[in-house]
């Protein structure tokens, strides 16, 4: 994908633009006033197909109720609701939830019981 990337791109790099240090400066003249603008390529065609496909495209809107509480209280209410989803998914395994979290199962323990659930065998919400 980089390669590609730079093989569409090398038609509008200017030649001898192998110092990154002078294009960065020569772009920063460009900028000073008065001086010529050269209006901006457009970006390849696989950009805009990569960044339509990127997970960051298909984040779901946030909850209106969830903007209207305080950041402690809003951060509460997600992170009861993203373990619960997670517990309801995988039967309450302690391990499973750790790994997809990316915390470790102490750390998940603590946050259960400052988040109101119940820890045990299997954890109750």
Known sequence: MFVEAVQELAPIIPAGANDPAAMVAGS???REEGAARAPLPEPPKSFAQNAAAAPSAQLPEPSL???GLPLRDARH???RAYFQQLLAHEGASIAY???KSGLE????YRKFRALGMTVGKKVKS
């Open 65 to 67: 109720e969830l903007l």
């Open 105 to 108: 199962r102490t750390h998940l």
């Open 28 to 30: 920063l003249d460009l």
């Open 77 to 79: 209410a997600f992170e």
């Open 97 to 99: 939830i750790a790994e």
